[in-house]
């Protein structure tokens, strides 16, 4: 079992930054695909970014190229997302997920190919 933990949503202005973190309890996190995913009210989970077991390889949605960055530290076990120019768009509960994996560069985009996820943080970006 893995208990995943997210901290570091909040409030924050339209273009302002925040990282959010992933802390991982019960499990190395070494063995796992890491992701991020999100959902606003009244709409799907939808995938935001994917990390390798390594960290080698790295995946993200098209809304969040170019702002968003996934990145672990296994020696910590943890995950970040570093997510800068904020848009009101992205406002909606992030939600780290893990899916264990044999291969060190495989990485998912999939919701179904999660199999621990944790209770999600807050954030929202006003305009």
């Known amino acids: 079992q893995v208990q995943l933990v997210e901290s570091g949503g909040g409030l924050v202005q339209a273009g302002g930054s925040l990282r959010l973190s992933c802390a991982a309890s019960?499990?190395?996190?070494?063995?796992?695909?890491m992701g991020w995913f999100r959902q606003a009210p009244g709409k799907e989970r939808e995938f935001v970014a994917a990390?390798?077991?390594?960290?080698?390889?790295?995946i993200y949605a098209d809304s969040a190229k170019g702002r968003f960055t996934i990145s672990r530290d296994n020696a910590k076990n943890t995950v970040y997302l570093q997510m800068n120019s904020l848009k009101p768009e992205d406002t909606a509960v992030y939600y780290c997920?893990?899916?264990?994996?044999?291969?060190?560069?495989?990485?998912?985009?999939?919701?179904?190919?999660?199999?621990?996820w944790g209770q999600g943080t807050q954030v929202t970006v006003s305009s």
């Open positions: 019960g499990r190395t996190l070494s063995s796992y695909v």
């Open positions: 990390i390798s077991r390594s960290g080698g390889n790295t």
């Open positions: 997920a893990a899916d264990f994996a044999l291969r060190s560069d495989y990485v998912a985009e999939n919701r179904g190919a999660y199999d621990y």
